[in-house]
């Protein structure tokens, strides 16, 4: 039987992004007690304050810096799985973010596809949040990954997220696994049933947010679009 659920949004929190609903399907992966089944992947601040997701991926193409995970832990209402490295960012650099992400409040720590393994097992040999590492491709070790210390698998294959996912799940059915969901309802449902039991989610910019807000804006007051 359905469940009905009784929802308050207020009037000025009303108005924020929301993670397809289609998500609620997965499992969900049980961290510290929250149960998580949507991550949004996101470092801008204002998104990560006014989306429903359950917790916020940080990760981003720069090299790691304390503070703006703090700065991200900071505004969140939700976990937050900060990036601590592995491409141009690797070795005992990450181990050391790593240590600090925990430190700062980080939910868990997420290793780039380039780290090396070693190093996944130095980084988990120091912090008690789950270490999880990205996959890219059915190519990849994923053995050796989960030998090193990796505690959770965030595949993120593009189109081929939901063919890794499968070939994952049937060598090893309880690992736990975040995957791209992709950019529709069918995408993200197809990547749940090949064995993902969380989905991360890529929000809408906050530029192209606020541009269809001026063009509400702009068609109030009868100016020309």
């Given at each position: 039987m359905q469940k009905n659920v009784p929802t308050y949004n207020g009037t000025l929190r009303s108005h924020q992004v929301e993670v397809p609903t289609c998500i609620s399907e997965c499992s969900g992966i049980r961290i510290f007690g929250r149960r998580i089944k949507s991550l949004v992947f996101s470092t801008d601040v204002a998104i990560i304050k006014n989306v429903n997701a359950d917790a916020i991926i940080a990760v981003y193409p720069f090299t790691p810096q304390p503070i703006i995970a703090q700065a991200i832990i900071n505004v969140s209402d939700v976990p937050v799985f900060v990036g601590v490295g592995g491409g141009v960012t690797n070795g005992p650099r990450s181990v050391r973010l790593a240590a600090y992400a925990e430190?700062?409040?980080?939910?868990?720590?997420?290793?780039?596809?380039?780290?090396?393994?070693?190093?996944?097992?130095?980084?988990?040999?120091?912090?008690?949040?789950?270490?999880?590492?990205?996959?890219?491709?059915?190519?990849?070790?994923?053995?050796?990954?989960?030998?090193?210390?990796?505690?959770?698998?965030?595949?993120?294959?593009?189109?081929?997220?939901?063919?890794?996912?499968?070939?994952?799940?049937?060598?090893?059915?309880?690992?736990p696994i975040i995957a791209t969901g992709g950019p529709t309802e069918e995408s993200i449902l197809e990547t749940i049933r090949a064995g993902a039991n969380a989905i991360t989610y890529t929000p809408p910019t906050n530029g192209s947010l606020f541009a269809e807000s001026m063009r509400r804006y702009r068609n109030t007051y009868g100016a020309e679009d």
């Open positions: 430190h700062q409040g980080a939910f868990g720590v997420v290793v780039n596809a380039p780290l090396a393994d070693q190093t996944i097992f130095q980084i988990k040999n120091v912090v008690d949040i789950p270490v999880i590492a990205t996959i890219v491709s059915a190519k990849m070790d994923v053995a050796r990954r989960i030998a090193s210390g990796a505690d959770i698998l965030n595949v993120s294959g593009a189109a081929e997220t939901p063919a890794i996912v499968r070939h994952i799940r049937e060598q090893f059915p309880d690992i």
